[in-house]
């Protein structure tokens, strides 16, 4: 048995990366939930040091504490059915934040906020927490019949049937498209949604195993628990129980929101903007990409409108996931702003820095598509573009691997040597966008007794220049910060 503090479950490093109005960021009193919850105290254990520890690896013990946060926190009382995939409260919370932000940024109106919850599940946990604690409408939906009633039943519990409709939908059916259809709401003001990860079976089958007798269905369906598999992975340290339709679909989480990318093309205005969750970090940089390609391929001539999307972590104990948002309406702030970085250049003028920064930028194959820095005036900056990093270890290694592949054409090829097809980049790379802005520094110092501050602005030969590298919208930060190192680095040795 795994036995975990429950301090530890919440209290972990990564606490303080939550939401800032997350209220599990601070670990909560688990000695007054055993307390005052029956149902949680048979998996609490009072130690030796007085602190109170739960079993995580056992699925009872996390469904009983997810009833009771619930409860106690938001006035919800929710049924969990064995079989189906438990909720972990505080991420489905920062998740709901992390949109929060979005409306509030945007100044939508709060009071006429409606999301779609794909696929609610049984626990039906978004709509039900975006409508007691926003007092946000949902339609909630849901392809497996069992969990939809389930659903249906928690809404009807709690008294939001005003607020949260419960749809049936199927397997096999449009994601968005026929909600939208057929629902009395034809604009909705955000969608979210938490996919199958995982890629069929087989996938599946890595990481969790079949729940049941003899590998019976339980329920008339499969359930999985995660466990150890043949000893590739380390202990879990949650248990977690769910069925095959809630852990796996047909080409994992890239195909599931690459369904939802086509038909949030063809609606556009039917969803302010749309959101969803993904569970695996290689899924960003190939989803981000297609948004990249769909952003290209669009036509910049419907009503003026342009793709915009951006990506978002969300942590929370030791777990991370990642959210991807886009729209087509200019009005929505997506949550993260471009973010910019520095590189302090000193005893360096503005016009020395910029000439420097447009020789590092071309000596590695970076593309100034636009230069309208005024030596004479601040306020102008660079747009730059490059598709392969070559400061990044993968540009480097992709660079070599399509020279080894063109070396091995021409060995093998008889007669005269051709130029050999292209590789194939086994992880696609959203192309990098930044642009690049300069500024002088004021030189302060002190004077006299009085320690007031006296401005220096002469533009000399000591003075500071910061050059200022702005990501684009939906682009790597990390990426630009190692190409600001890498300069750092050449400047402080003189190339």
Same mark, same amino acid.
């Given at each position: 048995?795994?036995?975990?503090?429950a301090?530890?479950?919440f209290?972990?490093?990564?606490?303080?990366e939550?939401?800032?109005?997350?209220?599990y960021?601070?670990?909560?009193?688990?000695?007054?939930l055993?307390?005052a919850h029956?149902d949680?105290?048979p998996?609490?254990?009072?130690?030796?040091?007085?602190?109170?520890h739960l079993?995580?690896a056992?699925?009872?013990?996390?469904?009983?504490?997810? !009833?009771a946060?619930?409860?106690q926190d938001?006035?919800?009382?929710?049924?969990?059915?064995s079989?189906?995939?438990c909720p972990r409260?505080p991420?489905?919370?920062n998740?709901?934040?992390?949109i929060e932000?979005v409306?509030?940024?945007s100044?939508?109106d709060a009071?006429?906020?409606?999301g779609?919850d794909?696929? &609610?599940?049984?626990?039906?946990?978004?709509?039900?927490l975006g409508a007691?604690r926003?007092?946000w409408s949902f339609?909630? &939906?849901e392809?497996?019949?069992?969990?939809?009633?389930?659903?249906r039943?928690?809404?009807?519990?709690?008294?939001l049937?005003e607020?949260v409709?419960?749809v049936k939908t199927?397997v096999?059916?449009?994601i968005?498209?026929d909600?939208i259809?057929s629902s009395?709401?034809p604009h909705?003001?955000f969608c979210?949604?938490?996919p199958?990860?995982?890629?069929?079976?087989?996938e599946?089958?890595?990481?969790?195993v079949e729940? $049941?007798e003899?590998?019976?269905?339980?329920?008339?369906?499969k359930e999985?628990?995660n466990?150890?598999?043949?000893?590739?992975?380390?202990?879990?340290?949650?248990?977690?129980?769910?069925?095959?339709?809630e852990l796996?679909?047909?080409?994992?989480?890239c195909?599931f929101?690459g369904?939802?990318?086509?038909e949030?093309?063809?609606?556009?205005?039917?969803?302010?903007?749309?959101?969803?969750?993904?569970?695996?970090k290689s899924?960003?940089a190939v989803l981000m990409?297609?948004l990249?390609?769909?952003?290209?391929?669009?036509?910049?001539?419907?009503e003026?409108?342009?793709?915009?999307f951006a990506?978002?972590?969300?942590?929370q104990?030791?777990?991370?996931?990642?959210?991807?948002?886009?729209t087509?309406d200019a009005?929505?702030?997506l949550?993260?702003?471009?973010?910019?970085?520095?590189?302090?250049?000193?005893?360096?003028?503005r016009?020395?820095?910029?000439?420097?920064?447009r020789?590092?930028l071309?000596?590695?194959?970076?593309?100034i598509?636009?230069d309208d820095?005024?030596?004479?005036?601040?306020?102008?900056?660079?747009?730059?573009?490059?598709?392969t990093?070559?400061?990044? !270890?993968?540009?480097?290694?992709?660079?070599?691997t399509?020279?080894?592949?063109?070396?091995?054409?021409c060995?093998?090829a008889? $007669?005269?040597?051709e130029a050999?097809?292209?590789?194939p980049?086994p992880?696609p790379?959203?192309p990098?966008?930044?642009?690049?802005?300069?500024?002088?520094?004021a030189t302060?110092t002190?004077?006299g007794?009085?320690r007031?501050?006296?401005?220096?602005?002469?533009?000399g030969a000591?003075s500071?220049t910061?050059?200022?590298f702005t990501?684009?919208?939906g682009?790597?930060?990390?990426?630009?910060a190692?190409l600001v190192?890498h300069l750092?680095?050449?400047?402080?040795?003189?190339?």
């Amino acid at each position: 048995m795994l036995i975990l503090s429950a301090l530890g479950a919440f209290g972990s490093p990564f606490d303080v990366e939550m939401h800032e109005r997350n209220p599990y960021a601070r670990p909560p009193d688990f000695a007054r939930l055993c307390a005052a919850h029956a149902d949680l105290r048979p998996h609490c254990k009072l130690v030796a040091n007085g602190k109170v520890h739960l079993d995580f690896a056992d699925d009872a013990a996390v469904r009983a504490l997810t !009833r009771a946060l619930l409860k106690q926190d938001f006035a919800l009382d929710v049924d969990l059915p064995s079989g189906s995939l438990c909720p972990r409260v505080p991420q489905r919370l920062n998740y709901l934040l992390w949109i929060e932000d979005v409306i509030v940024a945007s100044g939508l109106d709060a009071d006429a906020v409606r999301g779609i919850d794909i696929g &609610t599940g049984a626990s039906c946990i978004y709509a039900l927490l975006g409508a007691r604690r926003f007092g946000w409408s949902f339609t909630a &939906t849901e392809a497996e019949l069992s969990s939809s009633e389930v659903a249906r039943q928690n809404v009807a519990r709690n008294g939001l049937s005003e607020r949260v409709d419960v749809v049936k939908t199927t397997v096999d059916g449009a994601i968005i498209e026929d909600v939208i259809a057929s629902s009395p709401h034809p604009h909705y003001t955000f969608c979210m949604c938490n996919p199958p990860f995982f890629d069929g079976d087989g996938e599946t089958g890595e990481r969790f195993v079949e729940r $049941g007798e003899e590998g019976k269905e339980v329920g008339g369906r499969k359930e999985w628990e995660n466990a150890v598999v043949g000893g590739k992975r380390p202990a879990p340290r949650s248990g977690t129980v769910a069925g095959e339709n809630e852990l796996a679909t047909e080409g994992g989480e890239c195909a599931f929101v690459g369904r939802m990318f086509e038909e949030s093309a063809r609606m556009r205005d039917g969803v302010r903007f749309y959101t969803t969750m993904l569970g695996k970090k290689s899924s960003v940089a190939v989803l981000m990409g297609r948004l990249a390609r769909m952003r290209e391929e669009e036509d910049e001539g419907k009503e003026g409108k342009r793709l915009r999307f951006a990506s978002g972590e969300l942590r929370q104990g030791r777990t991370q996931r990642w959210l991807l948002a886009w729209t087509w309406d200019a009005r929505v702030r997506l949550p993260l702003r471009p973010a910019s970085l520095e590189l302090v250049m000193r005893e360096c003028a503005r016009t020395e820095a910029m000439q420097w920064i447009r020789t590092q930028l071309l000596s590695l194959h970076v593309a100034i598509e636009r230069d309208d820095n005024d030596e004479e005036v601040e306020g102008g900056r660079m747009e730059c573009r490059v598709a392969t990093p070559s400061w990044l !270890r993968r540009g480097r290694k992709r660079k070599k691997t399509l020279a080894t592949g063109a070396k091995a054409h021409c060995v093998a090829a008889p $007669g005269p040597c051709e130029a050999a097809p292209p590789t194939p980049d086994p992880a696609p790379f959203l192309p990098l966008d930044f642009s690049v802005s300069c500024r002088q520094r004021a030189t302060y110092t002190l004077s006299g007794q009085a320690r007031r501050l006296s401005i220096d602005e002469s533009p000399g030969a000591d003075s500071t220049t910061v050059v200022v590298f702005t990501v684009g919208d939906g682009q790597r930060k990390r990426d630009l910060a190692q190409l600001v190192v890498h300069l750092s680095n050449r400047r402080s040795v003189g190339k």
